[in-house]
């Protein structure tokens, strides 16, 4: 089975750190670029950030710059999203995705998400 597999959410602190690992199952990931997306309550799936399929090249949307680091393990087949310095507003379910292009166009997998709330 084809699957991208979310984990590592949880409840943590302000201030706090969380790290996301996206980790594909019956498939290379090394084939794919893989983005991050988040979906507030009530909000659309907003791209958070993306690295390329060497791992050479990354993004990150404005708000997270200098917070989170996207990286890459081709050897585990696994994105990892470190997350840093969380505030409440960034309180979301986490989505991996694997496609071609950094930032991302045309996506083929998605994961199931994983939920982050920052709260005290």
């Known amino acids: 089975q084809l699957q991208l597999v979310e984990s590592g959410g949880g409840l943590v602190q302000p201030g706090g750190s969380l790290r996301l690992s996206c980790a594909a199952s019956?498939?290379?990931?090394?084939?794919?670029?893989v983005g991050w997306y988040r979906q507030a309550p009530g909000k659309g799936r907003e791209a958070v950030s993306c690295?390329?399929?060497?791992?050479?090249?990354?993004n990150y949307t404005d708000y997270v710059k200098g917070r989170f680091t996207i990286s890459r393990d081709h050897a585990k087949n696994t994105v990892y999203l470190q997350m840093s310095s969380l505030r409440p507003e960034v309180t979301a379910v986490y989505y991996c995705?694997?496609?071609?292009?950094?930032?991302?166009?045309?996506?083929?997998?998605w994961g199931q998400g994983t939920v982050v709330t920052v709260s005290s």
């Open positions: 995705a694997a496609g071609y292009g950094c930032p991302q166009e045309g996506l083929e997998f």
């Open positions: 019956g498939f290379t990931l090394d084939d794919y670029s």
């Open positions: 690295i390329s399929r060497s791992g050479g090249s990354t």
